[in-house]
């Protein structure tokens, strides 16, 4: 497979269980990006990684939330403690790198979560 | 802060005529622009771009879109549209100096046979 790739496509769960969501980029991309959707909004960015390390993770809304990047490749993003508030699609996507040369995002299909 | 508008939550045009879906944005900056399309049970899709250069950007599918910078606007425009065109579209904008893409809350567009 060529895309983005995420799994799994969707997961219910119970107020306060822990869940966790992967994303597997495209090959050779070192910038991977975590991005929430909430029913007729647009994404809304959560975290992006350069190679293994978090370079922004100034839209994680608060300390339940955690994503992690260990080898520079797939990501888990992790929830603690759901709400029914943190149901919504979790997009994940992937570009060649960033910084000064742009180069655009690849989106994978999305996990949609739902807390009952 | 950054920000996108896209004024139109719906737009309605018969099939084979010209469409336009509006956007606007507000950064510090120069800016990246962009739009994606969404379609129903699939992941967002790049459409184009506006990095520098030439102010009418083209891309996927035969849409275009003009940046005007006295505007902040970045409309996106086909000459001529499609049933299949019926989609979600976002507009996104990204701050030079930054990572992180903002987008608009989209605009659903209905091509009406």
Known sequence: GAGVSQTPSNKVTEKGKYVELRCDPISGHTALYWYRQSLGQGPEF??????????DDSGLPNDRFF?????????????????RGDSAVYLCASSLTSGVSYNEQFFGPGTRLTVL | AQSVAQ???????????????KCTYSVSGNPYLFWYVQYPNRGLQFLLKY?????LVKGSYGFEAEFNKSQTSFHLKKPSALV????LYFCAVR????????????TRLHILP
């Open chain 1, 46 to 55: 959560l975290i992006y990684f350069q190679g293994t390390g978090a370079a």
């Open chain 1, 67 to 83: 994503a992690v990047r260990p080898e520079g490749s797939v990501s888990t993003l992790k929830i603690q403690r759901t709400e």
């Open chain 2, 7 to 21: 004024p139109e939550d719906q737009v309605n045009v018969a099939e084979g005529n010209p469409l336009t879906v």
């Open chain 2, 51 to 55: 990095i520098t250069g030439d102010n």
């Open chain 2, 84 to 87: 299949s065109d019926s989609a």
């Open chain 2, 95 to 106: 701050d030079r100096r930054d990572d992180k893409i903002i987008f608009g809350k989209g």
